[in-house]
């Protein structure tokens, strides 16, 4: 597979095992609404916001979407976009592969970007997620007037999706509701109680057909069908005579007629997404504005907005209610504003004080039932909440030890990643921190075992091992020291790692 090379790509290559984790502190006076809820907002770089919720998500994301800075020469005032190409590809290269970090298994990333940067991002991205992980270029027609100003007018961006399996991302994807342009062909001239409805051929090809797809059908006007040359009946007669004794099948008007299976409107689930989202389908630059004029009173702020039905577009078909959606570059908030109305959970992350100015505010009033965007179409009358968060000091100090002021939850969830590469998922108030894989992982620190003296507890002795919940297959410990000999560790299977020593930075 080609790869694409630029200068100082292999300084980003590496960038992201340079990156130290740091703390998420809470701000409970910019937090809002429901105390209960796994909203997130994190106001800080989103490099070091990446790294730091690994521990916490990692795996965990449903649905990722980024519209990072475009790199057209034209700088605004909370983003650097003006970048050097290079610079540009190297900001980019250490976010993606956080990011992929953080998908789920079925989860998928959704990119928007313009030509400028597009083609390198592509190649980009199929070095990080894979070729084969790739799913479509979405093109959203972003304007809808024309303007005589350019060559060829510039009315389209992408989104480019992909995903960690695309099987798995399949298996999960919902199909978008008909709009009314499509339903159209569904009518109700008969003034049926099912609704409006539509006539559906029940022939197929015969090239693979048993010999239950072969037999006569008796019109109710008497009239005998078989299927044509190289044709067969879609179903077996068993089912054919099921349908049509609840009514589901057609004979035309005069009752003699081919055949047909009727589709009701309301049997329909929608129809599979493609490539092509229009502006009268998903909106367009100037919604965009509106809706952000309705909530700032200052569009300068934006460069390039997303009107809130094209989020809505693109969580309905990667996500459904409950799952956790992600955006690092959240900018106006439409991201986590669109989630929090579908009753997604979200993580927000934006730098600087944009992120308590505007982010905040907007997911503040849409707590308190807004009624701009989508909400309207989803009924959205208010409620939820969120936790707003700011980076904290990094766990490691310069010298790669444990800072003295880490607690006991802090160190344990950086201990558990680093070890399996998977988040923990509940605060623990024993040492036993879980079992990945049938090794049992425990941490002796800052006297969760109840003695509060400096290095009371986490000295693993033989009472101490007595004290620890019980796990008959291998043990990974992690203590100050050990004064266990040799033969008794690995009689009892343990592999002790002394902390800080054995405790990755990164």
Known sequence: MPLLDWLNKDQAVKQVNQVPYRLLQPVPELSFGDPNSQNMLIQGDNLDALKALLPLYAGKVKCIYIDPPYNTKSAFEHYDD????????????PRLELLRELLAEDGSIWVSIDDSEGAYLRVMMDEIFGRGNFIAANVWQKRYSRENREAIG?????IYVYAMNPKKFKAIRNKIPLNEDQAKVYKNANNDPNGRWRTIPITAQAGHATPEQFYEIKAPGGKIHTPSKGRCWGMAKATFEKLNAEGKIYFGKDGNSQPNLIRYLSEVEGIVPWTWW??????????????????????????????????????HIATNPGDMVLDSCLGSATTAAVAHKMNRRYIGIEMGEHAETHCQPRLKKVI?????????????????????????????????????????????AHVWYLETRTPLLKKRRSPL?????????????????????????????????????????PKVIFGETSRLGEARLKDEQITFKQIPYDVRAR
């Open 278 to 315: 229009p502006s009268n389908e998903v909106g367009h630059t100037d919604e965009s504005k509106k809706e952000i004029l309705a909530i700032f009173s200052d569009i300068q702020e934006f460069d390039t907005p997303k009107p809130e039905r094209l989020m809505q577009r693109i969580l």
């Open 154 to 158: 510039d009315v389209h961006e992408y």
């Open 82 to 93: 003006n970048l050097e190409h290079s610079q540009w590809l190297s900001m980019m290269y």
């Open 368 to 412: 308190e039932g807004e009624q701009g965007g989508i909400s309207k179409t989803v009924k959205w009358q208010g409620g939820g909440g969120f936790h707003y968060y700011r980076l904290g000091e990094p766990i490691f100090d310069e010298y790669g030890c444990i800072r003295g002021d880490i607690r006991f939850a802090e160190l344990a």
């Open 433 to 473: 921190l879980g079992v990945h894989n049938g090794v049992a992982y425990y941490l002796l620190y800052n006297g969760i075992l109840g003695d509060r003296k400096p290095q009371g507890g986490n000295v693993l002795t033989g009472p101490i091992l007595s004290q620890l919940t019980k796990h008959d297959g």
